[in-house]
């Protein structure tokens, strides 16, 4: 690839004085005798108008003016720590002893009133461009390289020469491919650029393959030879085919995701409706205590001790577990146990108690949302492929299918486990072995319920943390285990994946709406063809 | 089995109505009876609406009680009658009935959603009382009972189109909104307007989801793909609260921020803000008539005087807030100008009165029954508050028949003799002509 002459010549002036701005103390000196340093008192002067036009002009004059000074500048913009005061008109920046002349860096005496220099969308752009510009330089490799993909970003023809120069002392292997590429997305909506160095731009971008690769490709302008333009569309055409491609995956994956937060919400009441018969509509209620417990959890954490906070959910899990369990227990000892075997009256009791339970909490915690925050290792994302996965849903996967193996395996496992099989399958006969069934009913009850609590510190992550919380779990978690099977936890592990993956599949296609509608239609249809759901289980606990 | 559960809970969720609303009935300030002027105040304490509309029943018994304090109306002391409608739009209408009925309230001030202003609208008409409705809402209405605090879609939506377009150069649109009236006619608004803007069709996404709608993920990467066609892209959201929160986290989690794609919001206020982790959302705008962030004398004032009655100095207030004590203070002048509380005389009274409002102008009631207010736009901070980026000069007078689209573009509301209308077709001539 060839630089034509003509840019070089273009970009003259400026690269003198970026030479002088990143060749480090000496040559700084050595230019400062032959010619003074950049004088940037002209865009300083721009911001203290506190416009926004302004103010993008002379972020534009600082980004090329080789001056020393200007990286700090944009810096305190971008950090609102840039202030200005009307009389005089002048720009100073905060630091932590006062304010400080952002020329020579030194305290300012008597300091005037001062209000931050104003920042919107557009400011905050022309920041990361002008950052660009300044750090394409930087000695710090890492730096460099953020520093190209923003300029590559904004696709500012501006920043050209300056990539230009950059690209050319380049030695990281890495960052260098970083500087083509950027060079490569500015350069293929410029216009005036011959065929043959857009072409390679095209074929440099169109390897990315990603979504942002497709804007940058639609960038070529009308006036662009037709051979560039066929490169163009071909390019286009191959990367949407294998977008489209990489999107089904994707939607799996969404699917997966809604999978598991049903899973989460359901799996308790796979318990409580599931295996005790018990309709609960309080179960949502205990999610929603579970999100509450971790809102409190991480309040004290605040206030106590805020360096334990990426732990916030770890610490939560447990005392969720413990609080809503005993809530599920008493709940159990105080209502439930007087109305097994009337399923009307069971129902009309837990939602009442739902009720009260959603009250008492809008009373002693306001109706308000609550803020819940994400732990450091719950956000950002990554990317496999064309495939961008979150941290926060991975780890809500992870989870539930951890509670589900817990719980697989306390019922398999445990003494208390094969004890609550025992009084499902047979009352009276597990009453006659010895077991305690009153003792065993409030345990089922309580560990459905403290399950639930769990699910809501993981659900405390993705929605609001506000009374309304459990309403809107309930009824797809019946959907979930009606669907799955009544008494059957694979059921509900199967049934929650295959609702989730439908609903994320039909959703691309029929909109959020008629997607969730579609999705009710084909439960009913299927719920009509097989009542007893995807794993009937057989026995006598489903006929009594 | 469904049918079962859902009358189940009807059954049950009237019985814990009723007993709420006992509860409540203990709260109304005692005074003799025949000293005071009934006020009534017709808000969801409970059920899903209690998250905002909580706020405007402690917003007007504030009110009441510092115009007690300076002394009252026409010599007389104001009392707070508080119901609580549980989000529950027929109860809504039993509500008004018992306020204007049994409670013989001078005014009601009342209703978050369109559908429970629906609900109430035939009470308030057939029982001759008054009704201020402070939320920005979808327009298309104008009712002789009813006084309109909140905006009409060109006092928000439209003005918030107008600054995306000339200062982030937007050139591609989602309108993504909660599946009910307001988004649905605010985009029909908007859709046109953009039209008539120049804006090709395959330039703007409309997305609509259910309440309370959780999963964002395929919505947000939608909206991703449709942003990455080299245009500049906003979102124009209408979500209704309860799915802000969720989007918003999901738009975080994907990575896209407000230099890439920024979401302009007419439901997200200071209250809706304060459950969520505000720092990747810094630069998403808003366009309301109020921000708390507004720097006035008369601002500082209200926010403070707000925070020592609820004893919470970290109480943030909101839009909604504003329309309300606008109301509110329209009101008690009104009823000074007419003398008297009787509704007759107080409705024709109110058009043309102006109060202060908080940013710093007058608003006035105009003949159509809404209010002249100015339009503001957002940014959010990091702190969960506004950085005002953007003022009309004036005020803008609401449009409540909006002229973009077809079956309203003719109708004007004038409720002054001669005209009384609030659906006058120019065309005909004709009161009551094509509306809806």
């Known amino acids: 690839m060839t630089f034509s002459a003509r840019l070089r010549r273009l970009a003259g002036g400026l690269l003198l004085t970026l030479f002088a701005f990143c060749a480090g103390p000496g040559t700084e000196q050595a230019m400062a005798q032959g010619s003074s340093a950049p004088d940037i008192s002209a865009p300083l002067a721009q911001l203290a108008n506190d416009n926004y036009g302004d103010t993008e002009a002379a972020l534009g004059a600082l980004a090329l003016s080789g001056s020393p000074a200007a990286a700090g500048v944009v810096a305190a913009l971008a950090d609102g720590k840039l202030v200005f005061s009307t009389s005089p008109r002048q720009v100073y920046i905060r630091g932590d002893a006062g304010l400080i002349d952002p020329l020579t860096m030194q305290p300012v005496a008597d300091a005037p009133a001062v209000k931050p220099v104003r920042v919107n969308n557009r400011i905050r752009r022309a920041i990361d461009a002008a950052n660009g510009a300044l750090s394409l330089v930087s000695p710090d490799p890492a730096k460099r390289m953020e520093a190209a993909n923003a300029v590559g970003r904004s696709r500012d023809e501006a920043a050209l020469p300056a990539l230009d120069v950059a690209l050319a002392k380049e030695a990281d292997p890495k960052v260098k491919s970083a500087m083509t590429l950027a060079r490569a997305s500015i350069v293929i909506g410029k216009e005036g650029i011959s065929p043959a160095e857009r072409i390679a731009a095209v074929d440099l971008v169109a390897a990315e393959g990603n979504q942002e690769a497709l804007a940058i490709l639609r960038s070529v302008p009308a006036s662009a030879a037709p051979e560039v333009k066929q490169a163009a569309a071909a390019a286009i055409d191959a990367i949407e085919r294998n977008l489209a491609m990489w999107s089904m995956a994707q939607n799996v994956w969404y699917g997966l995701s809604l999978g598991s937060v049903l899973l989460l919400a359901a799996i308790g009441l796979a318990i409580t409706f599931g295996v005790m018969g018990v309709i609960n509509m309080a179960h949502g209620e205990m999610v929603m205590l579970g999100a509450y417990t971790t809102f409190v959890v991480q309040e004290l954490i605040r206030t106590y001790n805020p360096a334990l906070f990426d732990l916030s959910l770890i610490i939560a899990i447990p005392l969720a577990f413990v609080f809503t369990g005993l809530i599920g227990i008493i709940i159990e000892r105080t209502v439930i146990r007087f109305l097994y075997g009337r399923a009307l009256e069971t129902l009309l009791a837990t939602w009442g108690i739902s009720l009260i339970l959603q009250q008492a909490i809008r009373t002693l915690f306001g109706p308000t949302n609550r803020e819940v925050g994400a732990p450091s290792w719950m956000s950002g994302s990554f990317e496999i492929g064309q495939l961008s996965i979150t941290y926060g849903r991975l780890w809500i996967i992870v989870f539930a299918i951890l509670v589900f193996v817990a719980l697989l395996a306390t019922l398999r496992l445990t003494r208390i486990g094969l004890e609550m099989r025992a009084v499902t399958q047979n009352r009276r006969m597990a009453a006659s072995m010895g077991i305690r069934t009153n003792w065993v009913d409030a345990a089922t009850f309580g560990l459905g319920s403290g399950i639930a609590g769990m699910a809501g510190v993981a659900l405390s992550q993705i929605d609001n943390v506000s009374p309304n919380l459990g309403q809107s779990y309930i009824i797809d978690s019946f959907l979930v285990v009606v669907f799955g099977g009544v008494g059957n936890l694979w059921g509900t592990l199967v049934g929650a994946m295959s609702l989730g993956v439908a609903n994320k599949l039909l959703e691309p296609y029929a909109g959020a709406v008629l997607g969730k509608i579609a999705l009710l239609v084909i439960v009913i249809l299927f719920i009509q063809k097989r009542p007893r759901g995807l794993f009937a289980l057989k026995g006598r606990s489903i006929e009594a | ?436």
């Open chain 2, 1 to 436: 089995m469904l049918n079962l559960f859902s009358q189940a809970r009807h059954a049950a969720r009237r019985v814990a109505v009723g007993a709420a609303a006992l509860a409540l009935a203990g709260t109304a300030i005692p005074a003799s009876a025949q000293e005071t002027i009934k006020v009534g105040v017709l808000h969801s304490l409970s059920g899903t609406m209690a998250i905002s509309e909580t706020t405007l029943k402690d917003t007007v018994l504030f009110m009441v009680q510092e115009q007690n304090a300076a002394g009252g109306v026409l010599g007389k002391k104001l009392e707070a009658v508080v119901v609580d409608p549980a989000s529950n739009w027929p109860l809504f209408a039993e509500k008004a009935r018992e306020l204007i009925a049994k409670e013989k309230v001078a005014v009601v001030f009342g209703c978050w959603t369109s559908v429970s202003r629906k609900s109430v609208l035939p009470v308030f008409k057939e029982l001759n009382s008054i009704l201020f409705y402070p939320v920005q809402y979808e327009g298309e209405e104008s009712e002789r009972n009813v006084f309109y605090t909140g905006a009409a879609p060109n006092q928000q939506a439209i003005p918030a189109v107008d600054y995306l377009m000339a200062n982030e150069g937007v050139k591609r649109w989602v309108l993504a909104g909660t599946d009910y009236v307001y988004p649905r006619t605010t985009n029909k608004i908007l859709e046109a307007y953009l039209k008539s803007k120049g804006v090709p069709a395959e330039d703007i996404m409309i997305n609509y989801t259910p309440f309370g709608h959780s999963d964002w993920q395929t919505i947000v990467a939608d909206i991703k793909k449709f942003g990455s066609a080299g245009k500049k892209t906003a979102v124009v959201s209408t979500i209704n609260g309860d799915a802000n929160v969720p989007f918003y986290k999901e738009l975080g989690n994907q990575g896209i921020k407000a230099t890439d794609i920024p979401v302009v919001a007419f439901s997200v206020g200071e209250e809706e803000l304060a459950g969520i982790d505000t720092k990747p959302l810094v630069g998403h705008l808003a366009a309301w008539n109020y921000f708390q962030s507004v720097d006035t004398p008369e601002n500082k004032d209200f926010i403070a005087k707000w925070r020592a009655y609820t004893k919470n100095d970290k109480r943030v207030t909101n839009d909604p807030m504003e329309a309300t004590v606008i109301g509110f203070n329209m009101w008690v002048k009104a009823v000074e100008k007419a003398g008297t509380t009787d509704p007759d005389a107080v409705i024709p009274a109110l058009i043309g009165v102006a109060v202060p409002n908080l940013s710093g102008g007058f608003s006035a009631m105009m003949p159509n029954h809404h209010i002249t207010k100015p339009v503001l736009i957002g940014e959010i901070k990091d702190d969960g508050q506004f950085d005002i980026v953007e003022q009309t000069p004036g005020l803008i007078v609401a449009e409540e028949w909006s002229p973009y689209l077809e079956g309203s573009k003719d109708l004007i509301a004038d409720w002054r003799s001669p005209m009384n209308c609030g659906n006058f077709n120019v065309k005909t001539g004709k009161c009551g002509g094509a509306g809806k």
